[in-house]
């Protein structure tokens, strides 16, 4: 089927493989992440963010300590959104690269049509049709994904600042 894939798609079938492969990576990175790793982090940066607004209390206005927790959260919202850019960009463009195939699969229809060569006709179609679905079957779980990851994220940066906000009053 590989075989059969990459002999029809030629270079684009290559980079929707690489972005098949890349996207799987990073969705099983990301659910490893947040069913393991990030319960543990989410207590110890709970604590960290604790410890900075006990440390600042004496010192500081409780809006500069806001500003500073939202710095702190801000760039701990960087970190846990690594890679979810690349899902984003993936699920943009693979869709465009199947849409690319598309095109020229067309153009290589058309050389079939002027020559009245069926092969080359169905040749053409094929490779339209492929290249259309691969992107297409790579895009989807990609959004879908992506929007996942969003959403959890966002829910967590809002309880994190909840409990903080909670602590300070």
């Not at 996207?23 to 393991?36: D, E, G, P």
């Not at 006990?54 to 710095?71: C, R, V, Y």
């Not at 693979?94 to 169905?122: A, W």
Request: net charge positive; aromatic share 10%.
């Amino acid at each position: 089927m590989l075989n059969y894939i990459l002999s029809t798609t030629g270079i684009l079938g290559l980079i929707l493989i690489f972005n098949l492969l890349l996207t799987t990576a990073i969705v099983l990175y990301k659910l490893y992440f947040f069913q393991s790793v990030w319960p543990k982090q989410k207590k110890v940066f709970l604590v960290e963010m604790l410890e900075i607004y006990k440390n600042l209390n004496q010192k500081m206005s409780k809006t500069d300590i806001f500003k500073i927790l939202e710095e702190k959260l801000d760039t701990k919202r960087n970190q846990i959104e690594k890679y979810l850019a690349t899902l984003g960009t993936i699920s943009s463009v693979s869709p465009l690269l199947g849409l690319l195939g598309t095109v020229l699969g067309m153009i290589e229809s058309t050389k079939g049509i002027l020559t009245i060569d069926n092969d080359l006709l169905l040749k053409g179609i094929s490779n339209a049709l492929i290249t259309t679905a691969m992107g297409l079957v790579i895009a989807i779980p990609a959004i879908i994904f992506y929007n996942f990851f969003i959403d959890k994220i966002d829910k967590t940066i809002k309880e994190i600042k909840d409990k903080i906000i909670s602590y300070l009053e």
